[in-house]
């Protein structure tokens, strides 16, 4: 058993099993582990890992609520310090985005393919955004402090974001980019959460996004804090912490169940 997982709260840890799909670490949560179950793909932000705010994981569990979190690449259980820093940041992009169906392909009956979200955080977010405009069989969707506008995240027309200090350049920029992809993008319910003083991903970078994916789907769901004493205003919600995992909840319970 790996220390992270030992140290989850154990009414989480009693309901979950650390296994690899695919050859990608994994964390899975069930309510039961006999009845077909309802399940949100999770992807954790850059220089983290998916045991992190188990919190998330325990609410979803006390819903009927299902959880499959895998390590990014390079994080977690495969950790490469490489991937930590932004120049490997497409990377982890697109070679996560290649690992999501086989992970859900390779999951037990248990978890309800008919009932499946994909969300993230941050970097999760930029490929749950990207997966959402290519064919798939997601309900629904949840993002926080992230962007599908990865052009002008590295190449905004204001002052360079001091948290982006490396150039991609613009063609291979493109291909992970949702905002280059959004003829794709089928309608379903999406939930977007962001601070918008976020000093990491800023809001005007993920507000351009929202209101092109609106022209397709009037329908998105935005929520946005002012300020929250989170590190950077972008690694969770702060003193809101507690509302954005509500909202992010009953989000997935209206669309889920």
């Known amino acids: 058993m ?26 899975l949560a069930h309510p ?14 850059r220089t983290v890992h998916k045991e992190l705010d ?39 992009l697109r070679q996560a985005l290649g690992e999501i169906d086989e992970v859900i392909d390779a999951l037990p009956d248990v978890f309800d393919r008919s009932r499946m979200a994909i969300g993230g955080m941050s970097a999760g977010g930029m490929v749950t955004l990207r997966r959402l405009c290519d064919p ?35 063609d291979a920029i493109a291909p992970p980019d949702p905002r280059r992809h959004l003829e ?10 962001h601070t918008v003083t976020d000093e990491v991903v800023p809001w005007p970078v993920q507000k351009v996004f929202l209101d092109d994916l609106r022209q397709i789907d009037p329908h ?14 972008h690694a969770g919600f702060g003193r809101f912490a507690n509302d954005a995992k509500n909202l992010q909840v009953e989000f997935l319970e209206r669309h889920l169940r």
């Open 184 to 193: 794709g993008f089928r309608p379903i319910p999406l939930l977007a959460l």
């Open 2 to 27: 790996i220390e992270r997982f030992a140290q989850l709260p154990s009414t989480l840890r009693n309901a979950s099993k650390s296994e690899s799909l695919a050859g990608v670490p994994t964390l």
């Open 220 to 233: 998105v769901e935005v929520h946005t804090f002012e300020s929250t004493g989170a590190p950077d205003e």
């Open 54 to 92: 188990p919190g998330r994981y325990l609410r979803w569990l006390r819903t009927g609520i299902a959880t499959c979190a895998i390590d990014l690449p390079g994080h977690g259980e495969r950790y490469e310090v490489d991937y930590h820093h932004p120049r490997r940041t497409l990377d982890l």
């Open 32 to 45: 039961d582990w006999q009845d077909p179950a309802p399940f949100v793909f999770w992807m954790h932000g």
């Open 136 to 170: 798939h069989d997601f309900v629904c969707a949840t993002v926080e402090a992230t962007t599908g506008n990865l052009q002008d995240l590295y190449h905004p027309d204001h002052e360079r974001n001091a948290r982006w200090p490396v150039d991609h350049p613009p």
